[in-house]
């Protein structure tokens, strides 16, 4: 079992992320366009299949946990990996939407396993002073997903099995860096430990808080993921090629979302909310009101990218900082927000564009985007207690110890090289 450094296990968690979250999950919304035409669905059809793996993202997360601590850090990433790549390989093959539908389910189950395993391998290997920065850091690698995505559709023009034939073959190779870069570490409690503390009910609070402005922000961005180039191309009369440095740009800006999240979450959590969350909105009308100006497209897929990043580290964030050392509950509740925010809106949003549709119903979800940032001076930011305290104080060093045991029950060392 080999240990890395906390730099280099962020960079191995970034693209495992980047196949997981990147390739199975959100390249899905960059071939909407093609998928639509070629197995000719509707726009109420597609937002459903969009909302399939958002629901077994949730289902799968309340259980991963549980999963990670019986199989292990490494066979739990493995594992998640894998279905990467039977969801990829099964929606390269598609014929209807049925077969789309079981795929981007087994793409849903890759990305809820995903992050509770590389949490567990994080713990094993990364000094707790420097979790959120490195939670960060493999939560930008969504980014680099995307990004890599875009040369599928600037070069294989209308051929999107074969884009999501190499999907799968990436994810092959998720398989083996997690079987090879992942240890395989399990957690017992010693019999002096001490427990960590109950949750009170401020904690309660603000964790309920923390997941309705997670749920509202996946709502709105569930318009552009799902229907972003579908607009440009239906609307805006682009190409399918021009559609992809949407998604380019998108990737390339959301790479800045892993610094915003941190000066974020030691500054002023609640401001950089509502910023970042005015901007989402700016994208959304931007991209509606100008679909057949490119450099206008691309420029709002530059701000959203930027702007969901930026809030998806700052959720994540905040989920660390509001229950230190319960990185299976804080962390996975924020995603759990976001993804069932995007399930509750991917269906909607394909509603609302086939009754009214792409500009009034961007337009609607810019509204709702508008209320929520103005809703920002509630977001559960830290107090002035946990500003003034140390990352040792508030528990993010071991206050509640847990010794780590590899495959053969041996103790592992902990922290960075």
Same mark, same amino acid.
């Given at each position: ?5 906390? +730099? ?50 949730? #289902?799968?997360?309340? $259980?991963?946990?549980?999963? *990670? ?21 099964? @929606? ?21 396993? @995903? ?21 960060? #850091? ?14 599928? $559709?600037?070069?294989? $023009? ?35 430990? $001490? ?25 709105? !961005? ?19 090629? %021009?559609?992809?440095?949407?998604w380019l740009a998108l990737g390339i800006a959301g790479l800045g979302g892993a610094v915003i999240s941190d000066l974020a979450d030691r500054n002023n959590p ?21 679909p057949s100006q490119i450099y206008l497209a691309v420029f709002s897929a530059l701000i959203f990218g930027l702007a969901y990043m930026s809030l998806t580290g700052?959720?994540? +964030? ?25 399930? #509750? ?21 810019? #509204? ?14 830290? *107090?002035?207690?946990?500003?003034? !305290?140390?990352?040792?104080? *508030? ?9 780590? %045991? ?7 060392? *902990?922290?960075?090289?």
């Amino acid at each position: 079992m080999q240990q890395v450094s906390g +730099m280099r296990f962020a960079l191995v968690g970034a693209i495992l992320i980047a196949i997981s979250f990147g390739l199975a999950r959100f390249a899905f919304g960059l071939f909407v366009p093609q998928i639509r035409d070629d197995l000719e669905m509707s726009a109420n059809t597609i937002g459903i299949i969009a909302a399939l793996p958002l629901i077994s993202f949730v #289902v799968i997360s309340l $259980v991963a946990p549980l999963v *990670t601590k019986y199989f292990g850090a490494r066979n739990t990433t493995v594992l998640s990996a894998s279905f990467a790549v039977v969801g990829l390989a099964l @929606m390269s093959q598609a014929r209807g939407p049925i077969l789309l539908g079981i795929g981007v389910v087994a793409c849903g189950i890759c990305t809820g396993l @995903m992050m509770p395993a590389l949490t567990a391998a994080m713990q094993a290997l990364v000094d707790r002073s420097i979790h959120g920065r490195v939670s960060s #850091v493999m939560n930008a690698g969504t980014s680099i997903g995307v990004v890599l995505s875009v040369p599928a $559709v600037l070069f294989l $023009v209308g051929a999107w099995r074969y884009a999501y034939f190499s999907f799968t073959l990436a994810a092959i190779v998720g398989v083996l860096l997690a079987w090879y870069l992942i240890p395989s570490v399990s957690r017992f409690r010693p019999s002096n430990a $001490v427990p960590p503390p109950k949750i009170t009910a401020i904690q309660c609070w603000r964790l309920f808080s923390l997941f309705l402005f997670a749920f509202a922000m996946g709502f709105i !961005a569930s318009a552009y993921w799902t229907f972003g180039p579908d607009l440009a191309i239906n609307l805006g009369a682009l190409s399918s090629q %021009q559609s992809g440095w949407l998604w380019l740009a998108l990737g390339i800006a959301g790479l800045g979302g892993a610094v915003i999240s941190d000066l974020a979450d030691r500054n002023n959590p609640a401001i950089t909310h509502a910023l970042m969350l005015m901007m989402m909105t700016t994208s959304l009308t931007l991209l509606a009101a100008s679909p057949s100006q490119i450099y206008l497209a691309v420029f709002s897929a530059l701000i959203f990218g930027l702007a969901y990043m930026s809030l998806t580290g700052l959720y994540l +964030m905040t989920g660390i900082r509001l229950l230190p050392g319960r990185l299976s509950i804080g962390p996975v509740l924020a995603f759990v927000a976001c993804a069932l925010g995007q399930a #509750v809106g991917s269906p909607i949003i394909g509603l609302l564009v086939g009754k009214f549709g792409y500009a009034e119903s961007f337009s609607m979800f810019a #509204v709702l985007g508008i209320i929520i940032s103005l809703l920002s001076p509630f977001y559960p930011g830290r *107090t002035e207690v946990e500003t003034e !305290a140390s990352e040792e104080d *508030t528990g993010l060093q071991a206050a509640y110890d847990y010794q780590l %045991q590899d495959d053969e029950g041996e103790p592992l060392q *902990t922290g960075c090289e």
